[in-house]
């Protein structure tokens, strides 16, 4: 029989699952082009899960439900209220450009949001190998029918094909790696897993056949180089309102799978992955940076500057244990943890820009089509702005803060090869400084022409979302400290239940 506490611990994926169910159903006798009734109860439906979210996440309690399979603690709790308000930026940006696409004539992409932002809570909660695969499935079967949501589009379904291919081998990897522990230590549980490796009594060489296709299973999902092909098409084919779907909040799931996994379950072979996440760090900065630059389409240069924000993310992940050492685990892990929420935060608002600029007909894809939107809009420009400088690492915006966070993890390790690594990163970081900017160029220096002359109009509830969402990367910039305290203490109470 199952206890009440399971029911707590689920509790919040039991409403998003009768809502995302029940507005469907409502969908069915709306009429509006613009799916005012389902947008608007799709809305409040996050809004109700992310203040239910933080009010958990506040309680500072860390729950275990349904035989240990799904967890609820801080960590999971503000990943989980994080994405829910990722997820409403999106869909305020995005109807009014999916509305121009046909794509509400039915209630499809609000519901597959839901499904999908249900498959991100399970993975967020899931402390089982098996329940975490089931959460990733759910998410990405999800983002396969909306990059494909589009059917009267060529490159939208070519996208669709392409990521659901590599999605499925990828998926393959991770669970072929996940079976191979299995085999090993005789559990799904990741803290009988973790206690199953420390004691060293489990054959070490099936161990990390294992760890190699788990790392790449969460490289691919992270888009990091090697595993990085599918990015650039599919951020390019999708409709823009999708790509940001896919680019946004999943990021927070991405990253809370690779601490489940990871820290959770595979603390004591950190010597072992953190040697793969090291190589693909630096190929990630490499190619990341290297290929942005060469990009004209605006939404491929966003691609490729998630590969090498990718690659700051895990090198937060390198400096969490050195020489078997953990005492700098939660600075380390806090610190990626920073930097992930504060990426999905500036792209929100650098996707967000691109979506209200498109039109019936015309897609604002190019960055020559930015040229004079100083001009035109001085809010989109700023917004845009701020959100290239915050990628760019440039102070005061939070993007400098989530960068020095990471560098600042690898130089207390005080090992040589960590400390290469920095200054590597930061020449990287000079480098991407060039696209970035050329953005910013393009808006304030460049002439209006063709197009590019238009009015811009777009619903007021997008541009108050928009003010926000750059005033944001404005603030927590300049006063940093409350949101890395909140990771700091969230990365606490993982590390203070290993092997519990």
């Not at 992930?340 to 897609?363: K, Q, W």
């Not at 001085?378 to 966070?405: E, H, N, R, T």
């Not at 060039?434 to 197009?451: A, E, P, S, T, W």
Request: hydrophobic share 55%; proline share 3%.
């Amino acid at each position: 029989m199952i206890d009440k506490l399971s029911w707590i611990v689920v509790y919040p994926e039991i409403i998003l699952l009768i809502m995302a169910s029940v507005i469907a159903l409502v969908d069915l006798g709306i009429n509006s082009p613009r799916r005012t009734g389902t947008y608007v109860l799709t809305l409040l439906t996050l809004v109700v899960l992310a203040a239910m979210e933080a009010l958990f996440a506040l309680g500072g309690q860390t729950l275990y439900g349904f035989g240990n399979m799904v967890v609820s603690d801080p960590m999971g709790s503000w990943l989980k209220c994080f994405a829910s308000i990722a997820l409403m930026a999106t869909l305020v940006y995005g109807r009014p450009y999916a509305a121009d696409r046909q794509m509400l004539r039915g209630g499809e992409f609000f519901t597959l949001s839901l499904f999908g932002l249900l498959g991100m809570f399970v993975m967020i909660s899931g402390h089982n190998f098996l329940v975490i695969y089931m959460g990733l499935e759910l998410f990405t079967l999800s983002s396969y029918a909306l990059v494909a949501l589009r059917r009267d589009h060529a490159t939208a379904t070519e996208a669709a094909m392409k990521y659901f291919v590599l999605g499925a081998l990828a998926s393959g990897f991770l669970l072929y790696g996940m079976s191979m522990l299995y085999g090993a230590t005789g559990s799904l549980d990741l803290n009988e897993v973790f206690n199953a490796i420390a004691s060293r009594q489990v054959n070490h060489q099936v161990l990390i056949f294992g760890l190699v296709f788990i790392v790449a299973g969460l490289a691919f999902k992270l888009g990091a180089v090697p595993f990085h092909m599918w990015l650039p098409d599919v951020y390019e084919g999708a409709p823009t309102a999708v790509t940001l779907l896919v680019g946004g909040a999943p990021q927070l799931a991405a990253f809370a799978i690779l601490i489940r996994l990871l820290v959770e379950g595979l603390l004591p072979l950190a010597i072992d992955w953190q040697q793969m996440l090291a190589l693909m760090a630096i190929g990630s900065l490499l190619v990341g940076n290297l290929a942005a630059i060469a990009q004209s389409n605006l939404k491929r240069m966003l691609a490729f500057s998630t590969i090498s924000q990718m690659g700051f993310l895990l090198l937060g992940m390198l400096a969490g244990v050195i020489n078997g050492n953990q005492m700098n685990t939660e600075s380390a892990y806090g610190a990626a943890m920073f930097y992930a929420v504060t990426y999905v935060l500036t792209t929100l608002s650098a996707f967000g820009i691109i979506i209200l600029l498109a039109r019936a007909g015309y897609e604002s894809e190019e960055i020559s089509d930015l040229a004079g939107l100083n001009q035109r809009s001085p809010l989109y420009a700023g917004v845009m702005a701020i959100s290239m400088f915050s990628l760019a690492g440039l102070p005061p915006l939070v993007g400098f803060y989530a960068k020095l966070g990471v560098l600042q993890a690898l130089m207390t390790s005080e090992k040589t090869s960590y400390v290469v690594l920095v200054v590597f990163a930061v020449i990287m970081a000079l480098i991407g400084a060039f696209y970035y900017l050329r953005v910013v160029k393009v808006m304030y220096f460049d002439k209006l022409q063709g197009l590019n002359m238009q009015p811009i109009s777009a619903p007021a509830d997008a541009k108050v979302v928009l003010a926000i969402n750059g005033a944001l990367i404005l603030i927590l910039g300049i006063v940093p400290g409350g949101l890395i305290t909140l990771c700091t203490q969230s990365i606490r109470s993982i590390v203070r239940s290993l092997g519990s």
